[in-house]
């Protein structure tokens, strides 16, 4: 009986222990039939303009070099026997950050969205090149004054990046 209490115990944990991929992996296939539903189009990639810079920083980081944080309040460690989390020493590592310039021509309309992207530039221009068409999916709202936005979701999934999948830019009133 208590092996049986036990093996229920293991498995509800289990169970809350997957729970929260399942709503994540719900919630990601929601959001792919929402983008689904919405218009498509593409535009070629060699339009896009990309601008980079890096800069050299320092970091602290715990023995095994992973980044801490600072204004964790467990910064200078959570164990006393533990090595993992503490504070180590500061590293310099090198951080990108690019600027992409993207003219998105909708229904005779140009619409400019600058964007940020935290890879070096170079890898982004090569991943562009390779990839040639961004695809963009185009949702249309109206409002209680029946004024109508266009919100754009850029696909750059293409980027192989754990940060980077879709990009959603801000409302856009849609002019006349």
């Known amino acids: ?29 929601k959001f792919e039939r929402f983008l689904l539903s919405l218009p498509r189009f593409k535009i070629p990639l060699d339009t896009v303009k990309v601008d980079g810079f890096h800069w050299r920083e320092s970091i602290p ?21 533990s090595y993992s989390n503490k504070y180590h020493k500061d590293k310099a590592v090198t951080k990108f950050k690019s600027s992409v310039y993207i003219t998105i021509p909708y229904e005779g309309l140009e619409h400019k969205i600058k ?17 040639k068409e961004l695809p963009i999916y185009v949702e249309k709202v109206k409002d209680e004054d029946m004024t109508e ?3 754009f979701f850029l696909d750059f999934r293409f980027l192989e990046s754990p940060h980077i999948s879709i990009i959603a ?5 849609k002019k006349a």
């Open 1 to 29: 009986m208590a092996l049986f209490i036990i093996a229920i115990i293991l498995l509800f944990v289990g169970f809350l222990s997957i729970r929260p991929k399942i709503k994540e992996e719900l919630a990601y296939k």
């Open 61 to 81: 980081v715990d023995i095994y070099d992973n980044e801490l944080d600072p204004s964790d309040p467990h910064f200078y460690g959570r164990s006393k026997y």
């Open 115 to 131: 964007l940020y992207i935290p890879i070096e530039h170079t890898v982004i221009n090569m991943k562009f090149y390779l990839q």
């Open 149 to 151: 936005y266009l919100r």
């Open 169 to 173: 830019t801000e409302f856009l009133e």
